[in-house]
Each structure stands twice: as C-alpha cells, then as structure tokens.
C-alpha cells in the first residue's frame, strides 16, 4: 500500500512541551536551540530525540544522551498510540494557515536517484554523503519523528475534500515553542475517502504529466532517504514505511522561499571580485559584504543562476578555506566576515513540470516558508 491512511500513530503527552521545529533549521543560530535546552525537558521533549545540525560536531556525546532520553520516555510511556491518519492545520507566526496529512508511505516507492519512475521522487539533489551521520541517529532510538514534507499536485483538491468530510477527533490544539504559531491536530479513523483521493492525485499526475506520479519530497528528503537506507541494510518488521506529512502545493499557506548562500571567508573582497569575474549573465543579484551591498551578475535562468553559484562558492572554500551555510531571510545574509550572496527561488507553480521534465534540482533550491514555519516534530512512529 503506497500510503497508509490507518497506519499506528504515536502522540505524546503534552505536545505544546514536546515539539521543537525540525532539527536541520537555525543551523548557523545554536543561540535558537540553546534557548529551547533552558525551556524544554530533554525527557519529555523532542529536543531529547534529535541532534540539532549546528551540533553535529557533537555526535557522539549527543548520541549517547538520545539513547539515554529515549529509554526515560520509553519507560514512562510518553507515546499513546492511536490508528488513522493525522490532519494537520498549522498557523505560523507570518499568519499563514497551511494543511496537512500525517500518514505512512512504502518506502519501495520512494527513489531519490536521477530518472526513476518512483510514485514519491526527490525534488532536490540527494546528498548521499550525508546519510551516514543520520543513520546512527535513526538507529539510536526506537522511533522515528518525521519532518518529511510531501507535496502533492492536488489543483482538485481531492485530499482536502475528503478531509473535510472524515469524521475527525481532536488530538492536540496548542501553541508551539521557538516561534511556530500553532498548530491543530485531528484523528480521522475512516480512510476510504483519502485512499481515494490518493488514487486520483496518481492518474491526474498520469494524464497531466505522463508519469504515474503521487508526490515529490518537498522537506526532510535526507531523513527520507536514510529511511530507505536503513529499510535496506538494517530491516526490521516495521522499518518499510516511513511516517510523512503530506501538502498539497497549491495550499494557500505553503509558500516557496528562496535559500540563501552565506560564505564564511577571510577575504571577502578577493571573494567578491572572484565572483564579478568567475560568473557571468544577463540577471544580475547581491552580495552582501558586511555592510555592503554591491550587484553582480547571473544566468537568467534561475537554476543555471544556483548551479553557477554553488559551484563557484564551493571551489572557492575548497581553495581558500572558509564554509558554506543556507540561510532564509535578507537579514541572515548581512554578517560579519561573511559575504552574503542572494538567491533567486523557483515559484511552487513551477515544481512537478521542472522535476518531471528536468531532473533534480539542486540541494537547497527552495525552502517551504521560513525557518520557523518548518514541520514540528510531533507524531511518531515504532521502527525498531
């Protein structure tokens, strides 16, 4: 079964003192996750089950502080499973509303390799280098704690409609920590009308496109693939599917934002007239250099513009030492001894006929809302 709408859910406790946002987000802002540590119970939190990616440098002491958290809340029974599907609904703290469904995907139908025909697919480059560390944490723990986000081509909205005529129960209704607005979550326990609609979105994708085609990975396409990679090196009667939330990319409150490169150097002027001179185009965009702000030029086609940009940024660290962070927002890109370099993103509109006509766009092309709209980790899973 591509999605189980009936699948086990775990729910903690007390949501509002358990979610924090997902652990990839502020990865140059520890101060964000320092603040969330005085708050937040390593016991009774997600904070306890993650390794936030500013502290990565910390793996192994981090690790062994997850596993001890895990079996407290194992111990204590935090979870309390209910069967169903998750409906979500969101509202941040920008005023957008955004809707959801948490469910459980077959992770034989997933593949985030070039050109495959998978019904779930990568929107993104899928860095494999990076599935190594999060594998350990996966292992870690008993449970996996999705901040997967898929999108769906659902212009019939088909997954909203049977949504609002499931019978629902409330879960959780509550404010969330760190800026994240609230957020609504409703069990519906009839999934007929959502397998069908999952059906449709299939052979609409078909006649649109060509392809049978359900969703693309819009977030969290690393922590989808290091789930398929421990479904094939380290199988377990439950590891097959991997919990999701799914989002519909024509949602009135998902919006596409650009990503943003911030480079560390020691010389931002070399680097700045480096780049005047290394890319050229008929676009142009800023860097941010402290406190000035200088336009250069780009490729008008706006992933030639990334591509150009990424590989420049990444030959010049390779050389010159330095490094590279994604940030969101104009304000993250004006730091000291940095120089920020501005990106143009692609329109949600664009999505599903550039991927399916394209490939893979590169890593870090587009982020779904700010930092502080990202998915909470909140439902659970047992995997091992």
């Not at 920008?94 to 070039?114: C, F, N, Q, T």
């Not at 006649?207 to 789930?227: E, I, K």
Request: net charge negative; aromatic share 8%; hydrophobic share 40%.
């Amino acid at each position: 079964m591509l999605v189980d709408f009936n699948d086990e859910i775990l729910i903690p406790d007390d949501v509002e003192n358990f979610a924090v946002v997902a652990c990839d987000q502020f990865s140059a802002n520890p101060e964000y996750w320092r603040a969330l540590e005085k708050e937040l119970s390593p016991e009774t939190s997600a904070l306890g089950l993650i390794l936030p990616e500013c502290f990565l440098h910390e793996t192994d002491a981090r690790l062994a502080e997850i596993k001890r958290n895990a079996a407290v809340m194992s111990e204590n029974g935090l979870f309390k499973p209910v069967r169903g599907a998750v409906a979500v609904t969101r509202t941040t703290v920008y005023g957008r509303e955004r809707r959801g469904i948490v469910a459980s995907v077959d992770l034989d139908e997933y593949d985030y390799k070039p050109n495959n025909a998978a019904l779930i697919r990568a929107s993104e480059r899928t860095i494999e280098e990076r599935i190594p560390p999060r594998v350990r944490i996966r292992r870690a723990i008993d449970w996996e704690l999705p901040h997967i986000l898929l999108l769906v081509d659902d212009r019939e909205r088909l997954l909203e409609k049977a949504v609002d005529s499931a019978r629902k129960t409330t879960l959780y209704d509550c404010d969330l920590k760190g800026g994240g607005g609230h957020i609504k979550g409703e069990l519906i326990d009839d999934c007929d009308g959502l397998c069908a609609a999952a059906d449709g979105i299939i052979a609409a994708a078909a006649d649109r496109f060509g392809t049978r085609l359900f969703a693309l990975v819009g977030d969290g396409n690393h922590s989808l693939a290091t789930a398929k990679y421990c479904r094939e090196h380290f199988p377990t009667a439950s590891n097959g599917r991997a919990l999701v939330e799914i989002i519909n990319v024509y949602d009135d409150g998902l919006v596409f934002e650009p990503i943003h490169r911030l480079v560390k150097v020691d010389d931002p002027v070399m680097f700045t007239d480096s780049f005047k001179a290394a890319i050229k185009g008929d676009a142009t965009t800023e860097l941010y250099a402290g406190d000035a702000c200088v336009t250069v030029n780009v490729p008008s086609d706006k992933i030639a513009a990334i591509n150009a940009v990424d590989k420049f940024c990444e030959t010049f660290v390779k050389h010159f030492g330095g490094s590279i962070e994604y940030v969101h927002g104009e304000s993250a890109l004006k730091q000291a001894g940095s120089v920020g370099i501005r990106v143009r993103g692609i329109e949600k509109s664009e999505l599903f006929a550039y991927v399916l006509k394209n490939g893979v766009l590169p890593k870090k092309t587009f982020s779904l809302g700010e930092a502080e709209e990202k998915r909470f980790y909140i439902e659970a899973r047992k995997i091992n």
